[in-house]
């Protein structure tokens, strides 16, 4: 399998010739895939990295569809993606914070494309003590990653869904139905003069099939994507689902 | 030249004269930044060590290490009194049996030094809990709790390394071990926690040796806080985990310049007891004194800078 693996990142690769990160076509079996925010031209870029042990490899630097499997580790639960900067990301941004906010309602695949979610599921995104509840619109998110003094970040944030009764109990006997979910978000940072990112999506896969994951994953990159980003989106697309089921 | 060097040393140690240079100051410990708790499988038992999240240097590094400070409370403006530091780590050369999990237990109550006079470790002054969480699961070290079986947290991946984050989450007066995240609707004292831990696997490896976890909780505008934290630091690591030489006083496990410059800050000469209680971790033989003695400890010690010195070179 691992050969059929490299023979795919290898097609990935090759198909991609304008791609900008000379480390992309290295070592892809060994990580997954984060959400590598960085700062360009005034603005917060959404890329992707992986965490190869202790090694942040920037291998995108325009990505905006995320996968995570709920349940891996535990039920309704993941702390996927992570969100990861490699040094240098945030220059002179030491000390200051990454933030998120949502910016749509909870989403659920219907198989032809996201709508509203069945039974009154929600999203809750938890780190520490500060935690939102994504449900039926956009909500504010909160500072949840200090830039270091590299000028880089590491952080995973923890995403439970929610049944119709409002806990994430998975024993409760109210589970959330089973599909796909859509998350969207965006980062702004407390640095001074930085535009907030433009959007980009988790799609979590709460006991439904790969396959399912995959074509909703792909209906996200071709309608939601803005068109300049698509062709990349599509390479990094398969990478994604390539390797979003390792775990750090 | 090093023979002159060691004779200003030795002069200084004896007379006790640079002792008034520093007062009150004896320095914070080694950087601690974003290091981890290392996880390896060793002769048939989890060893543990430091685990460095550098992308340029990726590392388990310092195997044997059984201490370890955590990102302190109150630094954080956005959720003071939680951190997920330190994390919990390996690396390719492991030896963790992929699709095995790893895990901890808590081994004792959560234990409080308020900073005052030399470091001592009693029961938390006002109630104070210390939880930690990952997902459903949570575990929660008090006064009383003793022993706290933990969960697994964990699977190991197919080339053995992983990087896991934990939530420590210090609660106050009013809180309970199971509401999370607490009310904090009063604040747990400032002051030193100190958390014995050991590390679990499923594949049959024997649990860690006991562990520590040293968090500190003042507040950012207090002066004297990183010294307070070295002085906990040293105090955990000499007498409770013994997983270094007493005569590295800066925490980084050698025994190099850096900690005669310590210890000459400290020296008082025999018989004269030293000033500062951050001075008790240059009292080498324990006697009251910074002196010649405590010197000759150095010197066996003695590694160089970079160079882990044997926990045993002094005896």
């Not at chain 1, 891996?72 to 990861?84: C, R, T, W, Y």
């Not at chain 1, 909703?216 to 803005?226: D, F, I, K, R």
């Not at chain 2, 023979?3 to 004269?17: F, P, R």
Request: net charge negative.
């Amino acid at each position: 399998m691992r050969i059929f693996r490299h023979l795919c990142v290898g097609l990935v690769v090759a198909s991609m010739a304008a791609w900008s990160v000379p480390a992309w076509g290295q070592h892809h079996h060994g990580g997954h895939v984060d959400v590598r925010p960085y700062l360009s031209g005034g603005q917060i870029r959404i890329g992707a990295a992986e965490l190869h042990g202790a090694v942040v490899e920037p291998i995108s630097d325009d990505h905006r569809v995320f996968g995570s499997e709920l349940g891996e580790e535990q039920p309704l639960f993941s702390d996927h993606p992570g969100f990861l900067a490699e040094p240098g990301a945030f220059p002179g941004g030491a000390g200051q914070w990454l933030a998120f906010d949502a910016t749509a309602a909870l989403g659920f695949w219907n198989g032809a494309g996201f709508g509203a979610v069945p039974a009154g599921e929600s999203l809750t995104i938890l780190l520490g003590s500060q935690e939102v509840n994504v449900s039926t619109g956009p909500v504010a998110g909160f500072p949840f990653a200090l830039i270091d003094l590299a000028g880089g970040i590491h952080q995973h944030m923890e995403f439970y869904l929610l049944g119709s009764d409002g806990n994430p109990d998975p024993d409760d006997g109210i589970a959330p139905t089973i599909g796909i979910y859509l998350l969207e978000l965006s980062l702004r940072t407390t640095m001074e003069g930085v535009a907030a990112s433009d959007p980009f999506w988790i799609v979590f896969n709460n006991g439904d099939t790969e396959e399912n994951h995959h074509e909703a994953m792909e209906w996200v990159e071709e309608h939601l994507v803005p068109e300049p980003a698509v062709g990349l989106m599509t390479a990094g697309l398969g990478m994604s689902l390539l390797l979003r089921r390792r775990r750090s | 030249m090093r023979w002159i060097w060691h004779a200003m040393a030795v002069w200084a140690v004896a007379s006790g004269l640079t002792a008034a240079v520093a007062r009150g100051d004896c320095g914070g410990c080694a950087p601690t930044g974003h290091l981890g708790v290392a996880l390896k499988a060793v002769q048939g038992g989890l060893e543990t060590g430091v685990y460095v999240f550098d992308e340029t240097n990726p590392a388990t590094v310092d195997v044997g290490v059984r201490v370890w400070g955590g990102q302190p409370f109150q630094i954080n403006p956005f959720d003071p009194y939680w951190t997920d530091l330190p994390c919990y780590g390996a690396t390719t050369d492991s030896g963790l049996p992929p699709g095995s999990m790893v895990g901890f237990n808590i081994l004792d109550d959560l234990k409080y030094w308020d900073g005052q006079g030399t470091v001592q470790f009693g029961p938390v002054p006002s109630n104070e809990k210390l939880i930690i969480r990952y997902g459903f699961n949570k575990r929660c070290a008090a006064t009383g709790t003793g022993f706290v079986a933990g969960f697994n947290f964990q699977t190991v991946p197919t080339d053995g390394a992983f990087h896991r984050h934990l939530s420590y989450y210090l609660a106050g007066p009013n809180d309970d071990c199971t509401t999370v995240p607490p009310a904090l609707t009063v604040p747990p004292a400032d002051g030193i926690y100190l958390l014995k831990l050991q590390m679990t696997s499923t594949a049959g490896l024997a649990a860690s040796q006991p562990i520590w976890l040293v968090f500190r909780n003042f507040p950012p505008e207090r002066q004297d806080k990183e010294n307070l934290h070295c002085m906990a630091l040293l105090w955990v690591a000499h007498r409770l985990a013994v997983d270094r030489p007493r005569a590295d006083l800066d925490f980084d496990r050698d025994v190099d310049v850096d900690d005669l410059a310590r210890l000459e800050a400290c020296a008082s000469g025999p018989g004269v007891p030293y000033g500062e209680p951050c001075c008790s971790a240059a009292d080498l033989d324990d006697d009251g004194d910074v002196d010649m003695t405590d010197f000759g400890v150095w010197q066996r010690c003695h590694s160089g800078a970079g160079r882990t010195a044997a926990v045993d070179c002094g005896s």
